[in-house]
């Protein structure tokens, strides 16, 4: 029974490939999507590894109490412990914002209806909801944009228009859009001053299929090689493309906790879920980089190097424990 719930936002500072193996497509290694939207994801799986690997480190050890009372029993030692479930549990993290090049202003941050309707659902389902704002009521056409209201990406020439890659939109300026950037640079972006700032003027709301054009086409994609030490020339068979979310995305992640699991002892009382969670916020701030984590693959070129913000645990009381 979940007890206790948070939401983490992770920031890229470096391309992120967070792979699936090899790909169909001229793409060799692509990221991680959705099948039925296709937008880009980092499965759950991989954040909770490399939370586990942070606080192990922290703490010592992988057989540490606090350890395994956040992430269970690794499998060597199920022959001297009593197994038990950890008390963590890690949602997949779903794309918020996604930076595409502008004409002017450099880059927008970018979402939809679609996206943002889908972060409304997941906050209200971790009781985070808060004061999150209201969109328009009417939905976007292919090649129309919503904007703030002191947008910094609108170009001047021939009346008020957006330019993004070689793509032109039909752009409004929107006070609810203002409302969701305020909301985001506040809430959910790891960083203030500079570029909180920038959120609240680049923001554009697209129609939900545009969006997904760009999630699919305007990735960043990487010729790797290997070389020959002795030729001097690539490697037979070493030469590959990866797919990278770029820097300046903003995806999420839920973040649910149970009650400790692990088997009543004569004197203790197993933690509760909020205390738990509490104590993984922490732990994982104080491993190694503070509050910078590095996900996916590629670590030893500079790839996936994110930046975190937790959202305040939330504890879950009465009916409400029982939600998931």
Known sequence: MITATSMMYIYTETPLHAGVGSGLSSVELPIQR??????PMIQGSSIKGKLRALIADQCGSNSDRRVKALFGHERET???????????????????????????????????????????????????????????????????????????????????????????????????????AHWLAEHALPFDGYWADKLQ????????????????????????????????????????????????????????????????????VPRQGLELLQEAQALSQQAGAGPYLQLGGDETVGRGFVKVRWSPPVPLTGSATGRP
Do not use: C, M
Request: no cysteine; hydrophobic share 35%; net charge negative.
């Open 201 to 268: 003027h680049s923001l554009v709301v697209l129609a939900d299929d545009d969006f997904r054009d760009f999630v699919l086409y305007s990735t960043e994609v990487i010729t790797r090689i290997a070389i020959d030490q002795e030729k001097k020339t690539v490697k037979e068979g070493a030469l590959w493309t990866e797919e990278h979310l770029p820097t300046d995305t903003l995806l999420y992640a839920p973040i649910y906790a149970t009650n400790e699991r692990r088997p009543s002892e004569q004197g203790q």
């Open 34 to 39: 959705e099948r039925h939207t296709q937008y």
């Open 78 to 180: 199920q022959e001297t412990d009593q197994l038990h479930a950890g008390a963590l549990i890690v949602g997949d993290a779903r794309i918020l914002l996604f930076p595409v090049r502008s004409l002017q202003g450099v880059f927008a941050y970018t979402t939809s209806f679609d996206v943002l309707e889908r972060f409304r659902k997941d906050l209200i389902h971790v009781h985070q909801e808060q004061t999150f704002p209201q969109l328009p009521s009417t939905r976007l056409k292919n090649g129309q944009a919503l904007v703030t209201e002191q947008s910094e990406v609108i170009t001047s020439q021939s009346g008020p228009g957006l330019l993004l890659e070689e793509f032109s939109f039909e752009v409004s300026r929107s006070q609810q859009v203002t409302s969701v």
